[in-house]
């Protein structure tokens, strides 16, 4: 096995549908970890990559068993900043909005816009911890800009920036969604990354959203309505492609969790410090840990 330093921070990825395992990895053992918040989506996958510590996550378990609203995200990010994560990759499936994004293209989104109903739990915070973090720019720049070169390598076409609108599913979008969406100007719809970024914002995680379109959504009314089955054959296609850029990326990603990310928690805190409650302060503290020592 070889050594990694331990200043080395790990990597998280959270892989997306069609994508459940990573190719590559060495030295691989499940971490199972329970949490203030409930059950992660499955174990953690844990091995080395390229000289590094990564733990991987199938966002919807192994065998695509949870549905989006069915998501525990606390639950997923607690458990990978728990094990030292500091920077993740968020893989996933998306429809496209608008015609130049194309089936099995990549786009890199720098917003979110949300329209889910489940926002009070998107964070960590409450029960006497108050904490107001910015999330102007939700996506970390500098990852993003190392997951686009890696994409580039492969041969793709990667579209830099956009919007990824977040809804809660399961069911796809109807005409008059799908098009309201895209008269909006946002250009990809999703089910499932926007809480992700929020925690691990929250986490003081860089993150950075890898988005495989799959189809249309169905605003295009010259293709067929998306269905499951149409967009198989696209997430097979995504999901080793997937594969290939975080193989690549990874070894790109710093050692040092050095960037602005992770120091998100600088201003944030609001409540006096000694009017932290000890019960929260215990359930947060791989969150907040830095502030307790």
Same mark, same amino acid.
């Not at 720098?110 to 107001?132: C, K, Y």
């Not at 890696?150 to 977040?166: E, F, Q």
């Given at each position: 096995?070889? /050594?990694?330093?331990?200043?080395?921070? !790990?990597?998280?990825?959270?892989?997306?549908?069609?994508?459940?395992?990573?190719?590559?990895?060495?030295?691989?053992?499940?971490?199972?970890? *329970? =949490?203030?918040?409930?059950?992660?989506?499955?174990?953690?996958?844990?091995? =080395? #990559?390229?000289?590094?510590?990564?733990?991987?996550?199938?966002?919807? /378990?192994?065998?695509?068993?949870?549905?989006?609203?069915?998501?525990? @995200?606390?639950?997923?990010?607690?458990?990978? +900043?728990?094990?030292?994560?500091?920077?993740?990759?968020?893989?996933?499936? &998306?429809?496209? #909005? $608008?015609?130049?994004? $194309?089936?099995?293209? &990549?786009?890199?989104?720098? $917003?979110?816009?949300?329209? *889910?109903? $489940?926002?009070?739990?998107?964070?960590?915070?409450?029960?006497?911890?108050?904490?107001?973090?910015?999330?102007?720019?939700?996506?970390?720049?500098? #990852?993003?800009?190392?997951?686009?070169?890696?994409?580039?390598?492969?041969?793709?076409?990667?579209?830099?920036?956009? =919007?990824?609108?977040?809804?809660?599913?399961?069911?796809?979008?109807?005409? /008059?969604?799908?098009? *309201?969406?895209? +008269?909006?100007?946002?250009?990809?719809?999703?089910?499932?990354?926007?809480?992700?970024? +929020?925690?691990?914002?929250? /986490?003081?995680?860089?993150? !950075? =959203? #890898?988005?495989?379109? *799959?189809?249309?959504?169905?605003?295009?009314?010259?293709?067929?309505?998306?269905?499951?089955?149409?967009?198989?054959? @696209?997430?097979? !296609?995504? !999901?080793?492609?997937?594969?290939?850029? &975080?193989?690549?990326?990874?070894?790109?990603?710093?050692?040092?969790?050095?960037?602005?990310?992770?120091?998100?928690?600088?201003?944030?805190?609001?409540?006096?410090?000694?009017?932290?409650?000890?019960?929260?302060?215990? +359930?947060?503290?791989?969150?907040?840990?830095?502030?307790?020592?």
């Amino acid at each position: 096995m070889s /050594a990694i330093s331990p200043d080395t921070a !790990a990597i998280g990825v959270i892989g997306g549908s069609g994508l459940y395992e990573i190719d590559g990895l060495e030295n691989v053992e499940e971490v199972r970890v *329970t =949490t203030p918040f409930g059950d992660p989506s499955d174990a953690l996958i844990s091995g =080395t #990559l390229g000289g590094r510590q990564v733990y991987f996550l199938p966002r919807h /378990a192994r065998g695509h068993r949870i549905m989006p609203s069915e998501l525990n @995200h606390r639950a997923n990010i607690w458990a990978l +900043k728990s094990v030292g994560v500091r920077w993740i990759v968020a893989v996933t499936a &998306v429809g496209s #909005l $608008q015609e130049e994004y $194309q089936p099995r293209h &990549v786009l890199l989104p720098d $917003q979110f816009f949300d329209r *889910t109903s $489940q926002r009070r739990n998107n964070t960590f915070f409450g029960d006497g911890i108050v904490a107001h973090i910015a999330f102007a720019d939700p996506i970390s720049a500098g #990852l993003r800009a190392l997951l686009g070169e890696s994409a580039r390598k492969m041969g793709l076409t990667v579209h830099d920036g956009g =919007t990824y609108v977040n809804m809660d599913g399961p069911a796809f979008s109807t005409r /008059a969604e799908s098009e *309201t969406n895209r +008269k909006l100007g946002f250009d990809v719809i999703g089910m499932t990354n926007l809480p992700e970024a +929020k925690l691990a914002r929250e /986490a003081e995680i860089a993150l !950075a =959203t #890898l988005a495989f379109i *799959t189809d249309y959504d169905c605003w295009k009314v010259d293709e067929e309505p998306v269905t499951v089955q149409t967009i198989i054959e @696209h997430l097979m !296609a995504n !999901a080793g492609n997937a594969k290939k850029i &975080v193989a690549d990326v990874i070894q790109n990603i710093p050692a040092m969790p050095d960037w602005p990310e992770h120091s998100a928690l600088e201003n944030a805190i609001i409540t006096d410090r000694s009017l932290w409650p000890e019960e929260t302060m215990e +359930k947060l503290r791989p969150i907040i840990g830095r502030f307790l020592a």
